[in-house]
T-cell receptor, first 115, second 113 residues
Framework: EAGVTQSPTHLIKTRGQQATLRCSPISGHTSVYWYQQALGLGLQFLLW???????NRGNFPPRFSGRQFPNYSSELNVNALELEDSALYLC??????????????FGAGTRLSVL | QKEVEQNSGPLSVPEGAIASLNCTYS??????FFWYRQYSGKSPELIMSIYSNGDKEDGRFTAQLNKASQYVSLLIRDSQPSDSATYLCAVMGSGAGSYQLTFGKGTKLSVIP
């Protein structure tokens, strides 16, 4: 069974540009979470999608947005990139509202570098 | 703001010793607690979950929970060099936050051969 897959592995952008990160959850999982892991800050919750809808978002500005597609894959968009957006972005999936919230399966992440 | 606090370490223990990792949380309504392990350059993976006060054992790992003190710990017995990693404490929130995890910054463990 394939795990959570994320693409691209690395992404280099310049300040002010837009970045798009993609995530495919484990087959059968309907919930997708996005996290930012910046140096020294730990895992910060960004967004949660389930059944195609945004269910909650963390304390991030509106230029962080995303969506979930009918096949439950997800996309994270970061507009007007700033230097401090440089971080590892992790996607995690779980079976859905019926499953335990805490049991999440993580992808390998996308390393975003903003120059 | 719901917070999860961990000592950042590094925590160094000799091979074969017991490693003790601690975590405190601010949301008194939290009911579910998790420990994730993250090897350098890798993604986090779940190693333990605990929902009730007391101890929960799984192999060399024991999770301990004290809701009154808002305290969670992870003990690793007979520590091995392969246990060297960053350990993340995660707490499931209550109320509006009951479908997401709040993570601590992690404790870096180094097991010395």
């Amino acid at each position: 069974e394939a795990g959570v897959t994320q693409s691209p592995t690395h992404l280099i952008k310049t300040r002010g540009q837009q970045a798009t990160l993609r995530c495919s959850p484990i087959s059968g999982h309907t919930s997708v979470y996005w996290y930012q892991q910046a140096l020294g800050l730990g895992l910060q919750f960004l967004l949660w999608y389930d059944e195609g809808e945004e269910r909650n978002r963390g304390n991030f500005p509106p230029r962080f947005s995303g969506r979930q597609f009918p096949n439950y894959s997800s996309e994270l968009n970061v507009n007007a990139l700033e230097l401090e957006d440089s971080a590892l972005y992790l996607c995690a999936s779980r079976p859905g509202l019926a499953g335990s919230v805490g049991i999440q399966y993580f992808g390998a992440g996308t390393r975003l570098s903003v120059l | 703001q719901k917070e999860v606090e961990q000592n950042s370490g590094p925590l160094s223990v000799p091979e074969g010793a017991i490693a003790s990792l601690n975590c405190t949380y601010s949301d008194r309504g939290s009911q579910s607690f998790f420990w994730y392990r993250q090897y350098s350059g890798k993604s986090p993976e779940l190693i333990m979950s605990i929902y009730s006060n007391g101890d929960k054992e799984d192999g060399r790992f024991t999770a301990q929970l004290n809701k009154a003190s808002q305290y969670v710990s992870l003990l690793i017995r007979d520590s091995q060099p392969s246990d060297s990693a960053t350990y993340l404490c995660a707490v499931m929130g209550s109320g509006a936050g009951s479908y997401q995890l709040t993570f601590g910054k992690g404790t870096k463990l180094s097991v010395i051969p």
